[in-house]
């Protein structure tokens, strides 16, 4: 069964960077779609970003352009989200999905076939 695993998330002052990681397996990874959507604590699960593939489109959230970057690197099988100038808006765990083979990227959840466990970023003021 595929499995993903994510890392990177903590605790960082307003203003701050962290890199989440996607480490995937089950073969399925380089061939699929990959996203990143966060789930506050009384909120529905919120599209971030995504990335086709082979990495040649990208789409993100309006709350999140110009801060965040998505990126895979299939040799690995890794997929990263790089997160700069942090709000508190930004709190909430993050997760990482593979969806459609050779897909070209997706905003929406259910499109999405397997998740990561998620990881808890905190944004503090």
């Known amino acids: 069964q595929v499995q993903l695993v994510e890392s990177g998330g903590g605790l960082v002052q307003v203003g701050g960077s962290l890199r989440l990681s996607c480490a995937a397996s089950?073969?399925?990874?380089?061939?699929?779609?990959m996203g990143w959507f966060r789930q506050a604590p009384g909120k529905e699960r919120e599209f971030v970003a995504t990335?086709?593939?082979?990495?040649?489109?990208?789409y993100y959230a309006d709350s999140v352009k110009g801060r965040f970057t998505i990126s895979r690197d299939n040799a690995k099988n890794t997929g990263y989200l790089q997160m700069n100038s942090l709000k508190p808006e930004d709190t909430a765990v993050y997760y990482c999905?593979?969806?459609?083979?050779?897909?070209?990227?997706?905003?929406?959840?259910?499109?999405?076939?397997?998740w990561g466990q998620g990881t808890q970023v905190t944004v503090s003021s």
């Open positions: 089950g073969r399925t990874f380089s061939s699929s779609t």
């Open positions: 999905a593979i969806g459609p083979p050779y897909g070209l990227g997706s905003s929406a959840p259910e499109e999405y076939d397997y």
């Open positions: 990335i086709s593939w082979s990495g040649g489109r990208i």
